[in-house]
């Protein structure tokens, strides 16, 4: 990037790393806790969603994904 130092240049590629990983433990967490729910509800997707406090269409999509 032009007119950027080195060190800024570097801490952009940092904050990128740390995106990816935070966004890798999130979907992780995620998908901890779905499987949980429905370990919970006995696999009631309704319910599982409404714990989860999601609509049943976002759990079948994680699910599905």
């Known amino acids: 990037i032009q007119g950027s130092s080195p060190n800024q240049l570097s ?3 940092e904050v990128s790393i ?3 990983f935070e966004a890798g433990a999130l979907k992780q967490l995620s998908k901890i ?3 949980k729910t ?3 509800t006995n696999g009631n997707i309704s319910l ?3 714990l989860l406090r999601i609509s ?3 759990l079948y999509r994680y699910l599905k994904g």
């Open 38 to 40: 429905l370990e919970k």
């Open 11 to 13: 801490n952009l590629g």
């Open 18 to 20: 740390e995106s990816e």
């Open 56 to 58: 049943r269409n976002t």
């Open 33 to 35: 806790a779905i499987q």
């Open 48 to 50: 599982a969603a409404k």
